[in-house]
């Protein structure tokens, strides 16, 4: 039996109290200025009234008994939440100043370090989105020639699903590598089959991890890195796909390195390496190779996920009213014909 003398004991007991009573002071001084929110215990806060799976309804709960604007604390941080569309709509058009910048996610500080566009803040984020903005601008966003390759995914996508022959089918991951397949087009400029290995391994990367980041411990691994780092559980194989995600881009950009020609860019990708190789002082700052990761990263799961999660809500809905399919369907068909602009190519 493992036994203690009673001075380890005391002493124990004593740092124990030490610390409830530092954690306490810290938070009164740390939280002066919060609105009113349920007491929070020191170091756990307030998880154990929190549905950590579906946060959602119980902040909902809790805004009848503290208002629309209350906060919580999740582990060591402390969170002001803003409950319904008027609170959020006032927040977001009336204070603007003050919501400007995104909150560090330390689990991301860890695998992308605050590059990129999406986790960034201040000057990385302005350069990285001018960047951007104006890259995607000159490889189509908005452009005839992203249209052209939009279309012949879609004829793709839907020889892919008529392979089915009306059997009943998953078309996640079709979907899916269409979707990616316009954003690898800008980033890379190739496509793969829907059945590619490596497309098949992004996207399963990507959207496993996506259904992760929900995942209660890794919500808490934000708030109590240091407890829950060291725990087995999700969050370790969240890392394990980013570490793989960033092994195939790493790849991929070693490769490209070596056929740049500045004078001829292909993509993004490209563009990026070019601004690399300026040598100002904004290219050595910003133009390095963490944030070529952390950007594509950012647009490949910004990008693939969401849009595909819309059109596959589109064709849900569709199934579920056929009326609005048919309404859907004329207005294609209106518009092709009106617009002229691929009117010649629609086969019947
Ligand atoms: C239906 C499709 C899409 C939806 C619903 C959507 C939704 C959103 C939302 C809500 C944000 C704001 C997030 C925040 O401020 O925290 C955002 C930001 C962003 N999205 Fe999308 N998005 C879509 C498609 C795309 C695509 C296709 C791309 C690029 C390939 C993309 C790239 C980005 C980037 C880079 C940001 C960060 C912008 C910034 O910080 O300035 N998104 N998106």
Redesign the pocket.
Known sequence: MFAMDPITILLSIITLLLLVIFAKKQNKDANKNFPPGPKPFPFIGNILKIDMSKPYRTFVEMSKEYGTVFSVQIGMSKIVVLCGLETIKDALINHVDDFLD?PKARVFSRTTKDHG??L?NGNN?KVM?RF?LST?RDYGMGKKSIENKIVDEAESLVQKFRSYEGKPFDNLKSMNSAVANI?VA?LLNRRFDYEDPTILKLVSLINENLRLFGSPLFRLLNSIPLLIHWLPGTHRKIFANIRDFHGFLETTFTKQRKELDVNDQRNLIDAFLVKQQEGTPESTDYFHNENLIALVD??FV??ME??S??LRWGLLLMMKYPEIQGTVCTDVIMLIFYSGSWKMQVKP
């Open positions: 995104r566009i999406i960034a984020w989105r951007t995607l954003i800008i950012n647009l910004a990008g969401t849009t999660t819309t």
